[in-house]
């Protein structure tokens, strides 16, 4: 008598059917039955759940002499940190960077260090920063030698003001605080006087006046905005209309060009350093698509809002910008026309180009990225001949990253350009001559990839960054820092530890702190030299005994193969606290499969979120398949107009392969959860591998391309909007559907357009399939993250997961 789900269940055999006199009889009993099954089950879940939670919070603020933050003495042959060394206890620790000597204090005043300068408030600064968690306790002393009162606000790390002491006229005053957090002082007119930050030991805060605010009066970059450099000239817009005004003279002359009408001036007026040209920027008019969201339960009023936001989708019209170049000449400005083949499709939401002038004024540079993706180019005008050309250019028949594999470095001392580029395959660096286009040196090669530069240092033509993947045997998203020269000599390696690392320089440079981890290594803070990485010192060891006395279980990294059965899949799975290797564990994946990065945690945790799930009695597993980010090109490409693929096809033989090692793992039930693009991978798994996975939470997800923001799904899914997209769309697939689904929606999601969801769902129904729907009133993007959204998902898990 099988049936599928969604569809009526065939009728039962007739004496199975119950008669009246039967019903009359068993019906109380079974009513009881049924509700103290339910009451139990109930029960069980709300228990496990709130084990769960407790759980989290117990395991947090156990990990001790886990970081630091340096404190470079002037003279730079000592520094000084604030460590702590259990709940409530803390150590001074100075060190003589030159010996590695330290000396531990339990009090600073014990290093024997001159006290810091009291911060004047008159020489703060204004700008309003947020206060950052987890820092360890200190404060401020504040003296108001002001003939005013003064009101102290925290600002705390939502950007808010919470009120707190009035400092009288020529009061004292102690706050305690911790290290990172912000105030604000305000006097009794309301003119804001400072923004202060607290650091690692309290400090004196002399409140002398207001801040001489440069963040306010902040100049515009070289050549930038209005004004030319010699203040002799004010290029502006005023009703749609370019003027250029001379200042000695007072004259006006209204700018005209011959583009079409449709294209008005959109300013981003950028001089040569010269002051002798400027670039303007005009753009199509385009009226940007506006989505509308229903706020069903707003806190001011009883009936529901409507919100617009502004949200472009891909294959919407973009304004297509293109400069304007105008040159002054007997004291009038005159446009040159710049021909617009190299930049003729432009892919950009904004209005304005972001101009480069050569140092001596000959050209100016932008950047082209072709709608689609697949074309890059660094483009250059010359000022005199308004002929542009292209400096660099990548092609690709998939994707070019464009939002993380395109930094460059200017260098125009020697007319030269550092560029990254994936054109063999790998994320490297290049030298490129600005005059010619040509490819002087390739900096770095290799199968690894560099991930981000840390400095430049054109003095001694060098590169300082970030790679993974060099060395064999270790995880290949390890960080480590390294230098190469710019004609690509000299490459080494400066950090050692098998880990990521992140790298902290003295102020020269001499010196930097090397933080290392894994997720099943606490953290390692080193001094060492940067000239060839050696080891100065051992600064810390995070100690992690507390942590381990709650019975977490630390994640366990496992590598398989891949599809094609070569490539390594990296991952790692959690276990409950009260792990016994003789049961039987449903596993749960937490999916993100988006491809502008990978996912997989490698620093030291605790990583409370997959501790938390995995206390519900599951065995938790985290995985980067291919087609996420930062292991090669033809990794990366795999996701290309195929985000349905999600890796899925890795993640399941990386699964399978944990669990030909480890029996607890019950391939029988598994399920899988996200947000976001998780959402719209987790709900790919029931479409398309149900055979595999039996359960998913799918949480504000981007069910189909189409509906999501241009950038990314573009990015990806590339231009024009084509067959592809329908072919990946989740709601063009509902109908596939097999397994137990709860889809999750925010009312109030900007991120994701919630209409995505909603067609999700009523395609469901048209199916006739069988689901769960929640959407959460009041919440954005995340939704399951939310108190009642995260115990919803954990019961939607434990219901149908049965650990």
Not at 728 to 753: C, F, P, Q, R, Y
Not at 769 to 782: E, L, R, S, V, W
Request: charged share 25%; proline share 7%.
């Amino acid at each position: 008598m099988a049936w599928r789900r969604g569809e009526p269940p065939p009728e039962p055999p007739a004496f199975l059917l119950p008669t009246k006199a039967s019903v009359m009889k068993f019906a109380p009993r079974l009513a009881l039955a049924l509700l103290v099954m339910f009451l139990i089950a109930s029960a069980s879940a709300d228990e496990r759940i709130d084990r769960a939670q407790a759980f989290s919070r117990r395991i947090s603020g156990n990990v001790f002499r886990h970081r630091l933050e340096p404190h470079w003495l002037e003279e730079g042959k000592h520094l000084w940190y604030r460590v702590e060394t259990g709940r409530n206890r803390e150590a001074f620790v100075l060190v003589d960077t030159t010996t590695g000597e330290k000396q531990t204090s339990a009090k600073f005043a014990d290093l024997n260090l001159p006290p810091p300068e009291p911060i004047r408030t008159r020489q703060a600064t204004l700008d309003r920063r947020r206060s950052q968690a987890g820092g360890v306790a200190s404060g401020l002393r504040f003296s108001n030698t002001l003939d005013r009162k003064v009101q102290l606000w925290w600002i705390d790390p939502q950007g808010e003001l919470v009120e707190y002491e009035t400092i009288d006229a020529g009061a004292k005053h102690q706050q305690p605080s911790y290290h990172r957090h912000q105030w604000l002082l305000r006097d009794e007119a309301g003119t804001d006087l400072a923004r202060i930050e607290v650091g690692p030991t309290i400090r004196e805060v002399l409140i002398d006046g207001e801040a001489e605010n440069e963040v306010r009066e902040r100049r515009a970059p070289r050549g930038g905005g209005g004004q030319s450099p010699d203040r002799k000239w004010v290029a502006y817009v005023e009703e749609g209309n370019l003027l250029l005004r001379n200042r000695d003279s007072g004259v006006i002359q209204p700018l005209k060009t011959d583009l079409d009408p449709q294209y008005p001036v959109r300013g981003g007026i950028t001089w040569a350093p010269d002051s002798q040209a400027f670039v303007v920027s005009y753009a199509e008019k385009i009226e940007p698509r506006q989505i509308t969201i229903v706020e069903s339960t707003p806190d001011d009023q009883l009936q529901p809002k409507l919100r617009q936001v502004r949200y472009v989708k891909p294959g919407d019209p973009l304004p297509r910008p293109v400069p304007v170049l105008f040159r002054i000449e007997n004291g009038k400005a005159t446009p040159q026309p710049i021909d617009t083949k190299l930049f003729d499709h432009p892919f950009t939401e904004s209005t304005q180009l972001d101009i480069e002038w050569a140092d001596d004024s000959s050209e100016f540079y932008f950047d082209y990225n072709a709608r689609g993706h697949q074309t890059f180019r660094i483009i250059a005008v010359d000022r005199a001949t308004a002929l542009p050309r292209a400096i660099v250019e990548e092609t690709s028949p998939t994707f070019i990253d464009y939002t993380s594999k395109t930094w460059r470095h200017w260098l125009p001392a020697t007319s030269e350009l550092l560029w990254m580029s994936e054109r063999d395959g790998w994320a490297h660096l290049y030298l490129v001559d600005l005059k010619t286009g040509a490819i002087k040196n390739q900096l770095t090669q290799g199968a690894w990839v560099v991930r981000k530069i840390e400095h430049v240092d054109s003095e001694q033509r060098q590169v300082w960054f970030m790679a993974s993947g060099r060395r064999a045997g270790e995880d290949p998203y390890h960080l480590h820092l390294c230098r190469v020269n710019f004609d690509g000599t000299g490459l080494v390696q400066l950090t050692e530890g098998d880990g990521t690392h992140s790298a902290e320089f003295s102020p020269d440079r001499q010196l930097f702190i090397d933080r290392w981890s894994r997720v099943d290594l606490p953290p390692v803070h080193q001094l060492r030299r940067s000239s060839d990485g050696s080891l100065v010192a051992e600064l810390e060891s995070a100690e992690i005994t507390a942590l381990l006395e709650t019975g977490v279980q630390l994640p366990e990294r496992f590598v398989a193969k891949g599809r094609d059965g070569v490539t390594d899949i990296h991952g790692f799975l959690v276990k409950p606290s009260n792990f016994d290797p003789n049961k039987k564990y449903p596993i749960v994946e937490d999916i993100y499969a988006g491809p502008h990065s990978a996912f997989v945690p490698k620093e030291f945790g605790p990583h409370a979120r997959y501790h938390t799930l995995a206390e519900l009695g599951f065995i938790v597993v985290k995985i980067d398949g291919m087609g996420t980010n930062h292991r090669g090109k033809a990794f990366h490409d795999v996701c290309y107009k195929n985000l349905k693929d999600a890796g899925f096809p890795d993640r399941i033989a990386w699964i399978k392969a944990a669990a030909a090692e480890r029996p607890y793992m019950d391939l029988s039930r598994v399920g899988i959860i996200g947000g976001s693009a998780g959402g719209q991978n987790a709900m790919r798994a029931l479409l398309d591998h149900h055979d595999f996975y039996h359960v998913a939470v799918a949480d504000c997800g981007c069910h189909d391309n189409r509906m999501d923001k241009i950038w990314w799904n573009e990015q990806w899914m590339g231009y024009p909007v084509d067959e592809s997209y329908a072919q990946n769309s989740n709601m063009v697939d509902a109908s596939k559907l097999e397994g137990h689904l709860l889809l999750i929606v925010g009312e109030l999601d900007t991120n994701v357009d919630p209409a995505s969801t909603a067609q999700v769902v009523a395609a469901l129904q048209r199916a006739r399939k069988t689901f769960d729907y929640m959407p959460i009133m009041g919440a954005g993007h995340g939704a399951a993250e939310t108190p009642f959204g995260s115990r919803l998902r954990s019961e939607f898990l434990l219901r149908h997961l049965q650990p």
